[in-house]
C-alpha cells in the first residue's frame, strides 16, 4: 500500500446525482492531487492543494468541485455529470513543492450513466 | 506544448530477457523525468526518478536513462519476469512554478513464462 487510501472505489451514479469522492493520506505530506484518467489517454491533472489551498485548478468544468479540510484529506465533489466523465479518478500526494514523487491511491472507478 | 510519446501500447518479451521502454518528448527538457508502474485497475506507483544532469539511475533491476540531446529516456528491466507485466508510465515536469506533471500513455508490458 502507498499510503494513501480513496474510497468509494467503485461508483456508478446518474447524471442528476451528486456523490463525494474521498482520499486521505497517511504520510503527512502537504500537497494533494487529483487526477482524471480515461481508457487510453494520459493522466489529466485536475487539481493540486498545498496547505490546504488550492494552487491549481486545470481548467476542469464546475460540475466538478474540490475540497482540501485539512492536509491529510481531499474530496472531490460531483453533481450533474455527463457520461464522457466516466473515468479511474487517482489522488495522489506529494511532500511537498520541492518533492517531486507522488504517491498515488488505488483510484475510484467512475460510471456516470 | 510539451508531448510525450511512449513507443508502443503493447510489448510482449519472454521471461528473462531485457525489456526496454521508451519515452520521447517533443519540446524542452525537462529537469527531470520519472517512471510509475500501474497494475490494472490500480493507482500508478513512483518506480525511478532522473534529472536532467544525470545520465543514468539504477535500482535493483531497473535502469533509467536519459538522453537530452536525442530527448528520449530508456526504462529498461534486466531478467525480467511474468510479475514485471504492467503498464509503465513515464512522467515530466513542466517548469511553471507550480505542481504541474504530464504523463505519458503508458506502455503495457507483457512477459511472457
Known amino acids: 500500500e502507498t499510503g494513501v487510501t480513496q474510497t468509494p472505489r467503485h461508483l456508478v451514479m446518474g447524471m442528476t446525482n451528486k456523490k463525494s469522492l474521498k482520499c486521505e493520506q497517511h504520510?503527512?505530506?502537504?500537497?494533494m492531487y487529483w487526477y482524471k484518467q480515461s481508457a487510453k489517454k494520459p493522466l489529466e491533472l485536475m487539481f493540486v492543494y498545498s496547505l490546504e489551498e488550492r494552487v491549481e485548478n486545470n481548467s476542469v468544468p464546475s460540475r466538478f468541485s474540490p475540497e482540501c479540510p485539512n492536509s491529510s484529506h481531499l474530496f472531490l465533489h460531483l453533481h450533474t455529470l455527463q457520461p464522457e466523465d466516466s473515468a479511474l479518478y487517482l489522488c495522489?500526494?506529494?511532500?511537498?513543492?520541492?518533492?517531486?514523487?507522488?504517491?498515488f491511491g488505488p483510484g475510484t472507478r467512475l460510471t456516470v450513466l | 506544448s510539451q508531448k510525450i510519446e511512449q513507443n508502443s501500447e503493447a510489448l510482449n518479451i519472454q521471461e528473462g530477457k531485457t525489456a526496454t521502454l521508451t519515452c520521447n518528448y517533443t519540446n524542452y527538457s525537462p529537469a527531470y523525468l520519472q517512471w510509475y508502474r500501474q497494475d490494472p485497475g490500480r493507482g500508478p506507483v513512483f518506480l525511478l526518478l532522473?534529472?536532467?544532469?544525470?545520465k543514468e539511475k539504477r535500482k535493483e533491476r531497473l535502469k533509467v536513462t536519459f538522453d537530452t540531446t536525442l530527448k528520449q529516456s530508456l526504462f529498461h528491466i534486466t531478467a525480467s519476469q511474468p510479475a514485471d507485466s504492467a503498464t509503465y508510465l513515464c512522467a515530466l515536469d513542466i517548469p511553471s512554478g507550480t505542481y504541474k506533471y504530464i504523463f505519458g500513455t503508458g506502455t503495457r508490458l507483457k512477459v511472457l513464462a
Open positions: 504520510l503527512g505530506h502537504n500537497a
Open positions: 532522473i534529472r536532467e544532469n544525470e
Open positions: 495522489a500526494s506529494s511532500q511537498d513543492k520541492d518533492e517531486y514523487t507522488q504517491y
